[in-house]
């Protein structure tokens, strides 16, 4: 047996599947859509570029001087990217092996020319790329340059590519055009004299036929639905991206007129006052974002976002370390809060430098932005997690560490710079709190909301000076000294006078809304520590002489508020119970402290000359009801501690009988008397008294 048959009998082993059908593997898997330009804007922006332009372009162009007549087809309407980084050698190879990412060793970039560049094939059959000093054609059919030929690259050091480049006119005219309109610069002038593009610009001829690669046919409205769909995330385009500050989309139609459809432009600030972190285990800062938008038919929108950056340092979690090493990521969580009192962020999004696409999955229930280098599925849609069929996976376990070791250090940064920014005037308090989780929007998101309420939690134990004083709000309190507010449903106006008396009596009164008033007794780790207003709390500080400094007004609001939680007795002592003439007198246990309250039956004109000892007519329905309760209470089982205290109403109707028969009698006209069997007027009117209760009932 000769040796070539022993080998072929004896050869055995996996082989690689055909160039095309890997790719429409590839395509199968990744999506057709916005996410395409998205991948674009990544890879210039790992290129370091700080511009991206997109060109709709539905120019025709002769087909007359090509390189071969099969690219004929290809002088049609395309898509164009350019972006003003130039590519490397590193990038020439890495664009030509298919799936395979140049940059996988370098923690600093997602990925360029991987499996997310080869989207492109959903548009088109032949990409061409232009940039530094090479012009090239790549062709995964193998029908346009030679058997088995995958493309075709001119150089402009070469004087015989450069000919080529001059003279082939029909050919690179698609090239001169585009050149001239995004960097400014003649196509001979580089030709000839600079020998090389100061930039990249990619060209999509529009698919028109089907192919062996698709048969998604791609004309006009489709590239319009492609820009659409990224101009539903314009604005948070450029958040995280660390050079891209510049996106546009633009269209040139048959005769050459360019529209824009879209400008984006972002400009990081730093403020002086917000240091850069060094601590021992993380590395973070904090910095101003100001993204401008224009688009077509509508006005100019700037928006201004809070970004926080925190970085893992070596050494402080070895699993995270590990994975670091091993899958070349960087163990950094930024996050973007946008700083707009129109309307707060309810559903941030998760971003990998751009944002996932906005399905439930890549939404957190946060008020800011997530952004990190997660490890996502092969068609970049979705975060792994560790899930029964991910349990080992090394993306999945790193993604669980990012968020639970990394996310909280980035979020209590950003909420600490916040902070100092409001004490400053430099942010509105409110700004503040909203970027608070709202645990009522992450309830039914299980993994968001566990990380909410320990990023809660570490934040409340920390007991730094996080609650805004209702007094000055830029002044900042700690927990432990604050009063917080009731979540009660408070009339604007009893809120308003509870305010006022306790900072009158020296309260450190705090302000907050209802989703961080949540946060604190759900999160709080001793929850028995903390202050809050309450009826009992309110009558304590006004016992410390305030009620002499408070308007009739807020008197009253306060009243209605002491007496909400019944507790009668410990209204002993305060000058608060009003009168019809506009006095207040003091709770006690003194004769001469009774106060008359009227009803239908016995309404205040049958006693003329006691109107003074009425409640004004025009208290609050909710008082009147607490003191016609208060004056119940006579005859109800007081604890023995309490007897002599508690301010009460006698309501016996043989009392009340005969106090009413002594103010007729002193009232009567000298010329009245009494009919024979007349008895005196019955009467269901009150006597409010504060005095202790008898002991004889």
């Not at 791609?218 to 314009?234: G, H, M, R």
């Not at 809050?532 to 009243?559: C, E, H, I, M, Y």
Request: aromatic content about 8%; hydrophobic content about 35%.
């Amino acid at each position: 047996m000769s040796l070539s048959k022993r080998k072929t009998r004896h050869s055995f082993g996996a082989t690689a599947p055909p160039f095309i059908d890997y790719l429409k593997d590839i395509l199968r898997r990744y999506p057709d859509g916005g996410q395409i330009l998205k991948e674009l804007i990544q890879n210039a922006d790992d290129a370091g570029a700080s511009a991206v332009v997109f060109l709709h372009d539905e120019r025709c162009y002769d087909r007359q001087s090509l390189k071969t007549e099969g690219l004929g087809k290809y002088q049609g309407p395309a898509l164009y990217a350019f972006n003003n980084a130039e590519f490397t050698a590193e990038d020439w190879q890495g664009i030509q092996t298919t799936g395979r990412s140049v940059k996988r060793n370098d923690p600093n970039k997602v990925g360029r020319f991987g499996i997310g560049f080869n989207s492109v094939y959903h548009i088109t059959d032949v990409p061409s790329i232009f940039s530094s000093k090479y012009l090239g054609f790549l062709d995964p059919q193998e029908k346009l340059f030679g058997e088995r030929i995958r493309g075709f690259r001119w150089s402009l050091e070469e004087e015989e590519d450069k000919e080529t480049l001059l003279n082939l006119q029909d050919q690179f005219q698609p090239f001169r055009d585009v050149v001239k309109l995004v960097s400014g610069q003649r196509w001979k002038d580089i030709i000839q004299e600079e020998k090389h593009f100061k930039g990249t610009l990619f060209r999509f001829p529009l698919r028109s036929e089907a192919s062996e690669i698709s048969d998604n046919l791609y004309d006009s409205n489709k590239v319009v639905q492609l820009f659409d769909s990224f101009l539903a995330d314009a604005d948070i385009s450029t958040l995280f991206l660390r050079n891209v500050s510049s996106v546009s989309l633009q269209h040139i139609n048959t005769k050459g007129f360019v529209n824009v459809r879209l400008a984006v432009t972002s400009s990081p600030t730093v403020d002086l006052s917000l240091k850069t972190r060094n601590e021992s285990n993380i590395d973070g800062s904090t910095c101003f974002k100001t993204i401008t938008s224009t688009s077509e038919g509508k006005k100019q929108t700037k928006t201004k976002w809070l970004l926080t950056t925190c970085c893992m340092k070596e050494g402080n979690v070895p699993e995270l370390d590990l994975l670091a090493k091993k899958l070349s990521f960087r163990p950094q969580v930024d996050l973007a809060f946008q700083c707009s009192q129109a309307s707060v962020l309810t559903d941030g999004r998760l971003s990998v430098f751009l944002p996932l696409p906005n399905n439930d999955s890549n939404k957190t229930g946060y008020p800011v932005h997530v952004n990190a280098c997660f490890g996502l599925t092969d068609n970049r849609r979705h975060i792994k997690w560790q899930e029964e069929d991910q349990k080992y996976d090394e993306a999945a376990k790193w993604n669980e560490l990012l968020v639970k070791e990394v996310l909280p250090h980035t979020y209590l940064l950003m909420l600490q710079d916040a902070t100092n920014l409001a004490k400053s005037s430099t942010l509105p308090v409110s700004y503040v709190y909203n970027i608070w989780p709202d645990l009522s929007q992450t309830k039914h998101k299980d993994k968001w909301h566990g990380i909410a309420e320990d990023i809660l939690q570490r934040l409340l134990k920390q007991n730094t000076a996080i609650f805004s004083l209702a007094e000055d709000e830029r002044q900042f309190v700690s927990p432990a000294v604050a009063v917080c507010p009731s979540d009660d449903t408070m009339p604007p106006e009893m809120m308003a006078a509870v305010t006022r008396a306790l900072i009158a009596g020296g309260e450190k009164l705090v302000t907050f809304p209802d989703h961080v008033s949540r946060a604190v007794q759900l999160a709080f780790p001793d929850p028995d520590t903390l202050k809050w207003v309450t009826p009992a709390l309110v009558r304590g500080v006004l016992r410390r002489g305030v009620v002499s400094n408070l308007s009739n007004n807020d008197k009253l609001s306060l009243l209605q508020y002491i007496l909400t939680d019944e507790n009668y007795h410990d209204l002993r002592g305060l000058k608060m119970l009003p009168l019809s003439d506009g006095t207040f007198k003091t709770f006690t246990n003194e004769e001469k402290d009774i106060t008359l309250i009227d009803n239908d039956t016995f309404p205040r004109v049958l006693l003329p000359g006691c109107k003074d000892l009425f409640l004004p007519d025009d208290l609050s329905t909710t008082s009147i009801q607490h003191l016609k309760q208060l004056a119940a209470t006579k005859n109800l089982a007081v604890h023995p501690g309490l007897a002599n205290r508690r301010p009460y109403v006698t309501m016996p109707a043989q009392d009340l009988h005969i106090r009413l028969l002594h103010l007729r009698d002193r009232l009567r006209p000298a010329n009245w008397t009494t009919a024979p069997g007349e008895r005196a007027p019955s009467t269901k009117g009150s006597c409010v008294a504060a005095r202790a209760p008898s002991t004889q009932g």
